[in-house]
């Protein structure tokens, strides 16, 4: 199976994701698509002799004609799976019907807790004891849809937000790649908010 990460910056979870195919004849990270040029993921495919793409929303009148690039893309490298991976825009309509269940996000904090951009931050500033990453679907709505797994991260008295996003970033490395082969493996299906998993 083809798949597509998207990325807006650092792109540890690409980095995670390709290293974890390496061996793996059935899947292949065929696509990076990226929407800042700034972005160090778009040196990091280079590095790795990856396909990128530098898709930039402001170079479009609209998100649907934004999307429809982007699909173009995807199409061309038959793209079956989309994962986000600090991809830094909400998925529009466009993209969700093209590719229905095939989108999955990666969030560092245990949903529905701490949605949006500042999650680690928001977790140690509400004192939270635990927090965690969540990797689900994606559906209309920003860090919404059906979780497929989680994984729990503590939060200790001298926790930065430095020190808290290393940990979490280290579970993110490993959950993302588990996930992505659950996928692959057709084990995991959607039944309203539930992801079954086999
Ligand atoms: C990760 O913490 C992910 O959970 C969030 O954005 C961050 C991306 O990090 N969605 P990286 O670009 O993969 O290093």
């Known amino acids: ?24 004849l059935s899947t292949k990270v065929a696509l990076m698509v990226c929407d800042n040029p700034e972005a160090f993921a778009l ?3 280079r590095k790795e002799g990856i396909k990128s793409v530098l898709i ?14 982007i699909i173009k893309n995807l199409e061309q490298e038959n793209i079956e799976l989309i994962c986000l991976a600090g991809f830094m825009r909400i ?16 969030h560092p ?15 140690l500033e509400a004192k939270a004891k635990t927090t ?9 709505e920003m860090d919404h849809g059906p979780i497929i797994l989680q994984e729990t991260v503590e939060i200790g008295e001298n926790d930065t937000e430095e020190s808290l ?26 039944e ?5 998993i086999s």
């Open 192 to 196: 309203g908010r539930k992801v079954k």
């Open 56 to 69: 930039e929303r402001k170079k479009f009148k609209n998100k649907e004609e934004f999307e429809n690039e």
């Open 91 to 106: 998925i529009g309509p466009t993209l969700l019907k093209k590719y229905p269940n095939s989108i999955i996000n990666i």
């Open 43 to 45: 040196q990091r495919a």
């Open 132 to 140: 965690g990453v969540t990797v689900h679907f994606v559906d209309r």
């Open 165 to 190: 996003a290393e940990r979490i970033h280290k579970i993110e490395h490993q959950l993302y790649p588990k996930t992505i082969k659950l996928f692959v493996a057709g084990k995991l299906k959607i």
């Open 109 to 123: 904090a245990l949903l529905p807790a701490f949605k949006g951009a500042h999650a680690i931050r928001d977790a």
């Open 1 to 24: 199976m083809n798949i597509a990460v998207f990325c807006s910056g650092n792109g540890s979870n690409f980095q995670a994701i390709v290293d974890s195919l390496k061996d793996d």
